[in-house]
């Protein structure tokens, strides 16, 4: 039997950045979703830095990058500190999804 669930959880881009907004969703395999999206369609975004409250007890196992100019994910260096995680958003077009993986 499956089930999934979503629950919406506060983060924070670090960087005033104010063509993206995120969505933040954690689902029951320990994973936190962060959906970026660049609102400034003329525009690429260059990187970002953003931190997110950890939504699992535990150490994070991984970071990982999927955007539609990646075939596969691309991992992304992050550092934590209490309860939140912090990285650097790469460059990037449209959108772009980090997965936070507990």
């Known amino acids: 039997m499956f089930a999934a669930g979503t629950v919406f959880v506060a983060g924070e881009v670090m960087a005033g950045v104010d063509e993206t907004i995120f969505i933040l969703a954690a689902h029951n395999h320990q994973k936190a979703i962060a959906h970026f999206v660049n609102f400034d369609r003329d525009n690429d975004l260059d990187p970002f830095p953003a931190s997110i409250k950890k939504q699992f007890p535990g ?44």
């Open 59 to 102: 150490p994070i196992k991984s970071v990982a990058l999927l955007s539609p100019a990646a075939n596969d994910p691309v991992p992304v260096d992050f550092k934590e500190s209490g309860d939140k995680v912090s990285f650097t958003v790469p460059a990037m077009g449209l959108y772009s999804m980090l997965v936070i993986a507990q």
